[in-house]
């Protein structure tokens, strides 16, 4: 597998396989690090297994976004229409609406419902696409940086960084839908590119197609390809390829079409997190998000954002209420790693160093613009990942060629970080086997075993009528293959949403709304009930559940 590439003279940015090893750019000869490297392969490839068979073992967990996808593909299996799922009408709940998922793309449920068709269930299908997809990542990404010229050192100890991060191990306990698929095509998709880059027609309808395969694996795909495409083109034109103008053209119009597209058959369906009705322009984000756009690119690669969120926003322990104040105090060590980096890279790697650097700041342009714009994305690692995986090896291969005291104390925070990762994979594999593990395969978030053995005894019954349930998360709703449900996540809405977010009128014939306990004690679960105008306070039937309670009335 550790080879060094050599140049294709239509191809500068890509590499192929020599013939012999022969000296790399750094760290002595592609011989002389063939053993380590591959021992540092296998130990990354012993991290993926050991994270794949926890899971296989415990069974994997999901949000509730997550669970919406699911619940879609449950709706289209008994014959609804694509990406649609039925809700009840605010107007009268006994009438259900067809409602268009736009807000989530379909990729995160149709890659498990491939595995499902072959007779496993969802927590094993959940389990086979997180493994698969993982190392279908990590492969890519070792002929991504193969191919822009880095030794086999290098792009081993970049990839056993990558699977040692939190971000990495956290798709191993809670499948994050889209967010890991997107990891898996990132590296095929930018090679493809460089494969690609002249655009002639055959071509550019190639990168059509891409660009539509990231899109459905997770919306964000679409800035990813944008940013991607843009930077090649940024690039190209300060270059002396020939066909500038050709290939501007060709993609300009590519985009055109596909926006035309895109806006045709999704965004004039439903809402998405740019698209929302409620979302207002915030030029006061300039200052807040601007330098943490650039900075989350860097800190994605250890998931040092991810850490830090964990920690200074933790909903008991935490003593910030965004993690905005972090990335900004981290951007000028962010900023001083950058310029060495950036200067010693440039000087090794200058293809390589050219298209990274107008990828970061493209993307975070693009980022910046629709934080602006209101759009509900969140500021976080995980955002920016695929920055950071394009970002690490440059830097993984400048701290290699450090003066030693420095490679060790950057050793040292990576291993401080890994080491974190592993721990906290270990702590919710332990969370889960406390949570109820459905029938199908998953543990819950919110189910404890009782209050999950009640649902299956008592209320996952057939039921005559517009029998309604309320869930607290969109995967409880699984649970119920009979009944009509919605989800109320009062957990993650403030007092002030649920009074103004939900309102629901007319009656059903057996109305039951499960509920976290911890929300009774802390009046969310009160608003959750007025939201049903129609149905007396005072007419409730309380049924405590351990972690969940049970509120029920009949007509």
Known sequence: MPTTGRRYDEIPILGAMPSKPTVSRGHGSMLATTPVATAVYVLTGLIVLAYTIGIAIVGPSMYSDQGTGFLVLEAMKRGGPFNKMAVPDPADISRDLDFFVAWWSPGQY????????????????????????SALGLVGLHFLYRGWDFPPLSIAVTLLVLASTRLFSHQFTY???????????????LLLLFRMRD????KTACVFVAVAVLT?????????????????????????????VRRLVAT?????????AFKLLWLSRGETPTTHALAVFSPERLLTHAIPSFVAGFTSILS?????????????????????????????????????????????????FNFAATLTVVFSLIMVTVFVRGGEVSLEDRHFRQ???????????????????????????ALVLCAYSATTYVVKL???????KSSLGFRHMVLSPQALDFIEKKLNTSANGTSLIVVPSAEVGLEFSNRRIVEIPARFRSHDDLRTRYSYRGRVDSLGVLVQTEDVENGKAALVLEAFKDYPLNGWTVTPLGNVTYYSQGR
Not at 175 to 189: K, M, N, S
Not at 224 to 241: G, T
Not at 306 to 327: C, E, Q, R, S, W
Not at 403 to 408: E, I, K, Q, S, W
């Open 304 to 352: 040092i954002g991810d850490f830090a969120t964990a920690t200074l926003m933790h909903p008991k322990y935490g003593v910030m209420p965004t993690n905005i104040p972090f990335y900004l105090t981290v951007a000028i060590p962010v900023a001083i790693l950058a310029y060495f980096v950036g200067r010693q890279i440039s000087r090794s790697h200058p293809d390589y």
């Open 175 to 189: 499948y994050i839908g889209g967010e890991i698929i997107l990891f898996a095509l990132t590296p095929w998709f």
């Open 110 to 133: 149709l890659v498990p419902a491939a595995f499902e068709a072959l007779g496993f269930n969802l927590g094993q299908a959940i389990t086979i696409t997180v493994a698969l997809c």
């Open 252 to 260: 300009c119009v590519m985009f055109a079409v596909f926006g035309i």
């Open 387 to 413: 920055i950071g995986l394009v970002l690490a090896i440059g830097v993984v291969h400048a701290v290699l060629g450090w003066r030693r005291p420095f490679m060790l104390a950057a050793g040292g925070l």
């Open 430 to 436: 332990q969370r889960h086997i406390a949570n109820a």
């Open 199 to 202: 655009f002639s027609l055959a």
């Open 216 to 244: 459905v694996a997770k919306l964000s795909g679409l800035v990813l390809a944008v940013a991607c495409v843009i930077a090649l083109e940024i690039v190209d034109m300060r270059s002396d390829r020939p066909g500038k």
